[in-house]
């Protein structure tokens, strides 16, 4: 049977990164959320907190404009 979760019980695996990549570019969540709608994301404040502490899945689709808007590449989500 496939589970959806990391062994640690979270529902993403790039949400530490993305928290790590937003605080070394110095944005709240906030803005990294206002970045992400500018780039096409209809996401707010709490969907990127959700993200961040992984209670909230992401898509394809969210990984490709989060790792654009973080000038980082899909892999360095992913690690």
């Not at 906030?30 to 992400?36: Q, T, V």
Request: glycine content about 6%; proline content about 1%; charged content about 30%.
């Amino acid at each position: 049977m496939f589970i959806n979760k990391t062994p640690d019980g979270l529902n993403n695996i790039c949400g530490k990164n993305i928290s790590h990549f937003r605080t070394e570019l110095h944005i709240s969540q906030r803005e990294l959320a206002d970045r992400l709608q500018v780039a096409g994301l209809d996401v707010d404040k709490n969907a990127i907190q959700r993200i961040e502490c992984g209670k909230r899945f992401v898509t394809d689709i969210e990984l490709k404009v989060l790792a654009s808007v973080l000038n980082r590449t899909l892999d360095e989500l992913l690690q």
